[in-house]
């Protein structure tokens, strides 16, 4: 089998949660590290042992052993930094969201028709074990949804990230994090989002975005969602999804999942790993070797961001 060798560009958090599920999956082999601080990318790379750093992605993109890219940088960048990885022949993972204006996403799908290489999105939900149980019995045809109830809560009056270190961008209710349950919810229902509404709590005088904000959804099959996120919650942080079906109710917590009574279900066994970006990751590397389409593909996904768009339009009409 032969190595695929990848760069990955954005030496933060997330970027680190996807050289540990790199670690764990053969026959990959990270070689060349992005990120915009020179000395804490290469103290990331010794720890990672990758050979070749830069902040440029050019840099990367220029070297003829890398096959693959995995993008985690700042959501401005992503469409444009996919485009540029497709173009220069590389096969792109970009972590979500794909874009946070439609038009960046559509013509990453266009780049990726025409180049016809792998262009995936990290919409982790997809790959989680806790959803992937659920997705089985769907397409067993055990289990229907009737309403999907998702909170999606953190603590973020300043800018920070995953880690509580400065961010130098900032993060969006909408396009980021909605865009998980927005692409979930029709995953789940097999069925696209008919009607979205969404309203929004005041602007954050400094960082400019609402931090508060209630979104719903109905899928052409009548299945009905609804979504709170907050940026202003001090308790119990993450996103909670409880599925109301038609024969049991599901409550996924992470990767936690339980039945309507609070009784655990064991996920431990639904796929290789317990973890959701090692499992992303898997079927990204899949894809390219066996030559086809993978699960959260970038036309897959622009449903979602088509949906987002026109939330944003509602939202700017007041």
Request: glycine share 8%.
């Amino acid at each position: 089998m032969k190595t695929l060798k990848v760069a990955l560009a954005g030496a933060g958090a997330f970027g680190i949660k996807h050289l540990d599920g790199i670690r764990q999956i053969d026959g990959v082999e990270v070689v060349s590290l992005i990120s915009r601080d020179i000395d804490k990318t290469k103290e990331v790379a010794a720890k990672y042992g990758i050979a070749h750093v830069t902040t440029e992605l050019d840099d990367s993109l220029a070297l003829k052993e890398v096959d693959a890219v995995i993008l985690c940088t700042p959501t401005q960048m992503h469409a444009s930094q996919a485009i540029a990885c497709l173009r220069a022949g590389k096969h792109v993972q970009v972590e979500i969201p794909l874009c946070d204006k439609l038009s960046d996403g559509q013509e990453v799908v266009q780049v990726q028709r025409e180049t016809g290489l792998v262009a995936m999105c990290g919409h982790t939900r997809r790959f989680n074990p806790s959803h992937q149980y659920v997705h089985r019995r769907i397409t067993a045809g055990e289990f229907n949804i009737q309403q999907m109830d998702v909170q999606t809560y953190f603590f973020r009056r300043t800018n920070m990230n995953a880690l509580g270190q400065p961010r130098s961008w900032t993060d969006h209710l909408l396009w980021h994090h909605a865009a998980h349950t927005v692409d979930l919810f029709a995953w789940q229902c097999g069925s696209p989002v008919v009607q979205a509404h969404a309203i929004q709590g005041p602007i954050h005088p400094t960082l400019g975005i609402a931090m508060d904000m209630s979104i719903q959804l109905k899928a052409a099959n009548g299945a009905i969602c609804t979504l709170s996120l907050s940026f202003n919650n001090d308790g119990p942080l993450g996103t909670f999804f409880r599925y109301i079906g038609d024969s049991a109710t599901y409550i996924a917590r992470y990767d936690d999942l339980f039945n309507g009574k609070d009784e655990k279900i064991d996920v431990s066994k639904v796929d290789v790993s317990m973890n959701g970006i090692e499992l992303q990751d898997r079927e990204f590397f899949a894809a390219i070797r066996e030559g086809r389409e993978p699960n959260g593909s970038v036309a897959q996904v622009l449903p979602c961001y088509e949906v987002l768009h026109r939330l944003e339009q509602q939202l700017n009409a007041g």
